[in-house]
């Protein structure tokens, strides 16, 4: 069984799939900004989660890691 999700990602979720059915039933366009804000929003949120998820119970990370990290998600390769 999978893992429960966190509420905000649950929230996330139905918002993207409110847009979706709104989508396919004509009444707005798969191009509309506030679907794809909300499709970005979903993708942070997840990724929030399995970061917590990944990090629980990890010794406390040093300012040099955190930097490392920090360079890490920074770094995008030019996708935004």
Known sequence: MPAPRSPVVARRRASVAGFTTAINAGRRRADD???LDAKRELRIAVLEDAIAKC??????LTDAQVARIGTLLRCTG???
Request: glycine fraction near 16%.
């Open 55 to 60: 990090i629980d119970g990890w010794p406390p």
């Open 33 to 35: 900004a506030a679907y």
């Open 78 to 80: 030019g996708a935004a």
